[in-house]
Structures are given as structure tokens and as C-alpha cells.
């Protein structure tokens, strides 16, 4: 156990977020093979050419296997193949039931209003009780879909149960935001820019031929009254003449907000302000393109499993060790993990500690309120979908040998099924310390990493000598005329910990220095740890505070061990960065479930995602902020921790043309869980299980 093992998901919720965070929705994304968004490449030229994978110089090709929707045969190429049967009540949606859903539907009234209605068609989860009594062998209670369709101006809640065929529920969303864009949507992107004559023109006068353009759709937020009532996009384009990292060359001052429902160009916001773009020399981060000489090279490591993992895999089962649990892939969230439970080491029993975690939310607020900046505060997972953008993981490049991977099977806004090929892959990785003498028993240590291509802003400096330290540049000059400006990342993770079962209470454990002015020795302070146990929700918004520090134990009050404490576990958090803007700002009123690093609240089906159902244009009605503000009673219930991982990013010239991976992690850690250290019965390893080599001469 001294190889703590990673959910590598979670980095790949992060490769989603690169897309999500620099590349956004760059129009027309040529490398989609479903029909109905082919480009025509005689017509549109660069707009089909494509941004090539870090690894690799190469052009993709249709066989390239990015996102294939005519493939659906993805498991046969499978280590451990998995049979697209649905063996789990918490497994996801099969082909062949996306499939039934989209002909349920295509015969309502759903798809009067247009082809492709459907934003969000995912499993609509068996209730907690069905979930938690169901038993292998058993069979699985009825399988229902939960599908988000946005018709005539109002998003629709339907759940379908798929084997009757009955629409069971159809309820109207009343409250502020839309449903997350679906790719669909950005197709029409292009041509409505093309046909404006005055979008070409301004692109021309920027003296950027409209052949060598590339734009992104970024989500505008809401600020107020011109975000209501209608469903927008904000385009920011990049010249790619010259380079393939185009992102590094924006045109400055320029940007286009779009109706996405009527298809048309509201407004063109054009600064006049010709600022310079920045040169594409040096740009480019593929290999073949660095100059010689190349760093020395470093001999490769590789991880030995002569025996092949220790971790089993069925369907979206995994068993590793003492632990199992349930994997599935989300178009929203990424990668959802349900029903984490570890065998007791003493009474050989299963002991429940989590029953769902995901990633419910990633803000990413920029800090530059000029003109074509001040909008840009993305809610990654609500407004474009971690999963929905998640690279496909290359073999080796991103995750080790002996890897598992995991397709995800999601849905077009048309309802054809289609599959996001190897989105998850699940690994046991060398920790490179002792076991027992360094207790480390997370039962996952949620790893991000951030890597990816910075947003930059063009600029008229070349060098930092003709900046005035009177104008703020938002940001860091980077390179002659690009400047990184600072932002935020803030992971906000769902964790419904269900601690040996489902009333379980939050304690705040603070540590509170104690001074001794006339004590019997001549020591004169030290601390002590006192236990709050939380009441209501307003006892559980924690802000944290380095001089007054506190452990978060989430723990079951009527579970004792042996010798009295109640059995419990901690969150021991990670990057801890808190949001710096004023919480009247309307990002951080729509991102307010950052205001603090923690809450719990108690378990409701409806209260999953921080920034609410629909966060695209949402004005903060329906987040996890107000949710808790009602100060629900906690104590004893079924509740559900909210951890927000934060970092700031004062970008850095090492940051450009790519960024070097920036980690962090939390961890969920037993506390007073088990009777002693649960992996002193480890066997140790010996040079015997490990392979030899010989070398015989001839
Ligand atoms: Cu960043």
C-alpha cells in the first residue's frame, strides 16, 4: 500500500480543462467526425486545419481516433473488454439506451422546435436507498435517463424511462442561466461571422487575412440586464498565420457578442485600438519546432508490474487492495466515483466512507476589467463540460503502463450516441515511500494538474523598461507585445462522505494556542485542539486561515471504535487559494460557492452542482452559497462536504508558449476510522516478486 493510488481521472478532468480554460470553443473544430458538423475544407481552408497533440507532430487524420461517432465498437480494442450492458445501478447510460432515449423523444413534442434540442442526457440515478440496498445478482432497479432539452426558450427537465418509453417527468427551469452549450451550437458560429461584412472588414483592416483566422466562444457570464433573456456567446479571434499555437497571437480589442439562438451578430465591439499581434516566432511547442540543442536527455523510467496491476476492473467496478469502487464517466463532471467503500482489516466487513465525489464545479475568473476581459469567468464543467471536452489519454504520454482505460458514451443535441474514446485511465503509480513507517492511507488522493496554453492579451509593450508602474497591465509581459493575465482556478469537489453509514456529523477540530503566564514549568504556550461539531449550515462555512488552523473531520457520531472515538475521516486540503474579488462582483455572485473553502450541507438530490443546474449565464440564484444560507440542520443527517481547491496564476514567462503541470491535491484521510494503522498486515516486498533479467551468450 505504499503506492497510493491515483484516480488519473482527475488529471483528465484537468486535460478537459485545458481545452475548457484556453482553448474554449474554438470554431469550427474540424477534428468532429459526426456528420452533422463536417466542415466543408474546400469552402472554409484553415478553418479545417487542426492544432496538433503536444506529443506529436503529426496531422490528425479521420483514423485518428479523437472522437469517432461512427465507432461504437471501442471496447474490442480493450485490455480488459467490458460488455455495454449496464451491470451497476450507477453504471452510465449504453449506446443502445442513448439510442432509445433519442427515439422516445424524437416521437414528443421535444424535437418540434429543432433538430438538436438536447444539452445534457445522462443516467437519472436510482434513488440513494435503491442504490445502496441493490446487491450483485440482483437485478437492477428500472434504468432512467435525465435529459436537458432547450426548446422554445425554456430548458425542460425530463426524465425517460427507458424501458416503458414514458416521459415519467417534464418539469420548466424558471430560475436565471442555460443549459451548457452543446457543440452543435458552435457550428453556426462560423458562418454567422462570415457573413457579416463588417466582422470581415475590421478583421481585414487588423491586416489578419480571414483564411489565417481562428476564434474561440467564450461564454459572457451575466452582469446584468444585457445578458437576460437570450442565449449569448463573446468571440475572441487569434491570427494562426505563422504559428500553430494561435492563442498567442490574439487581436486585441476586438470582440463579437452572438445571439445563439437567432444565429445573428449583436454587436461588434471594436477598440480602434490597433494594438500590435504579438509575433508568432517561437510559439510553437511541438519538438520538431525547438531549437538545437535540445536539453540532455534523461533515461527512461518505467514502472515494473511483472504480475499486471493489483486492481481488477468490471464494467465500471474497480477493486484494488481493501477498496471498491464505482467509476463512471459524466459529460459535465468528467469522471464521477461512487460507492467508495474499504474492507475492515479486522472484521473483514465492507465499511462505507463515500458515497459520490466529482468535480462539480471549475471557476476560473480572470482579473482584467477592461472592455474585451472583464466578462471572462468561466464556469468550466457548467457552461462547456469537463467530460464533453476531455482528450482522448495517450498511452504512456499520459497515463503509465498497465493502465485501464475508460470510454465515455455521451450524447449529441440530436440524441445520436457517440463515444469520447480512453477519457479515463486507472493506474497505480509508485508513491517512492516507506509504508507503515509514514502512514499514508488516502483512500483517493484527488490529484489536478494545470497545464495548457495560456490566455494572452496583446499589448503595445515590447519590453518591461517601457512599462509605467502607474498603468496596471493585468498581467505579466511575457513575450513582445503578449501579456499573461492573472486569474484564478477554483475546483469546487462534491463529497457525499457516508462514514460507516448516512448520519454522519462535521466537526471542526480548532487548533487554539494556550499562553501559561505563572505555569508550574517554564514553557509559557502551546495549543490544544478543541471539537465543534457543526449544527447548522452556517457552522460549517469555513474559511481557512493559516494562523488559526483547524482539521475537518466528517464523522459518525453513533460509531465508535474500541476505546470511544467516533470513527471519522479528514479532508486535508490542498492549493488553498480564496477568491479575491468582492462578493457583490456578479462573477463571484454567480461563483459564490467559492466563498468559502469549505461547506457542508445535507444531502439533497437536486444539490449537486455548486454554481447550480444551469450556470451559463446564471446569476447566482441557485448555488451552493444559497443553498447553505437556509442553515439546514447538519448534525447527525445524511450531509455532503464542499471542498473548493484554489490556486492563483500570476503567469510567468515559464508559462509561455505552454505551461509546465502545476499540481495539487487533496486528501481524504481515515481518522479514529480504523482500531490501529489498517496496513501493518502488509506483507513486505521482496527482490523475489520482482522479474530478473538474464543475459545468456552464445
Ligand atoms: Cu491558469
Known sequence: MNAPFHLRNLLIIMAALLLMHFLKSWIPFPFLEFKKLELDCSKYGSWCSFKNRIQDGRTRTKNDNFMNTDKLNHQQNKKYPEKEVAKHPLDPLTTEEIKKVQSILRKSSIFKHGESPLHSVVLEEPLKDEVLTWKVGQSLPSRKAFVIAFVDGYSHELIIDIESGEIVGNEVNHKSGYPIVTME??????????KDKKFVEIVTERGVNVSDLVCSNLSPGWFGLAEEGRRLMKIQCYSMAGTVNFYMRPIEGFTVLIDMGAEEVIKIIDSKNYIPLPKGEGTDYRLPAQKYPLLPPLNPISIEQAKGPSFKVDGHQVKWGSWEFHVRPDPRAGVIISEANVKDPDTGRMRRVLYKGFLSELFVPYMDPSDGWYYRSYMDAGEYGLGVYAASLDPLNDCPRNSYYMDGI??????????????????????????????????????????????????NYKNVNQMSSKVDVHGTLLAENAIGVIHDHFLTFYLDMDIDGTDNSFVQVKMAKQTLKHGPTPRQSFWTAERHIAKTEKDAQIKMNLYHPSEFHMINPSKKTKIGNPVGYKIVSGGTAASLLDHNDPPQLRGSFTNNQIWVTPYNRSEEWAGGLYSYQSQGDDTLAVWSNRDRPIEKKDIVLWYTLGFHHLPCQEDYPIMPTVSSAFKLKPTNFFESNPIMRTAPMSDKDLPRCSVSAL
Open 410 to 459: 455521451f450524447a449529441h443535441a440530436d440524441g445520436t450516441p457517440y463515444v469520447r474514446s480512453n477519457m479515463i485511465c486507472i493506474f497505480e503509480r509508485y508513491a517512492g515511500d516507506i509504508g507503515w513507517r509514514h502512514t499514508e492511507c488516502p483512500i483517493t488522493d484527488m490529484e489536478v494538474e494545470l497545464t495548457g496554453i495560456l490566455m494572452v492579451k496583446g499589448t
Open 185 to 194: 451550437e458552435l457550428k453556426p458560429t462560423l458562418g454567422v461571422l462570415l
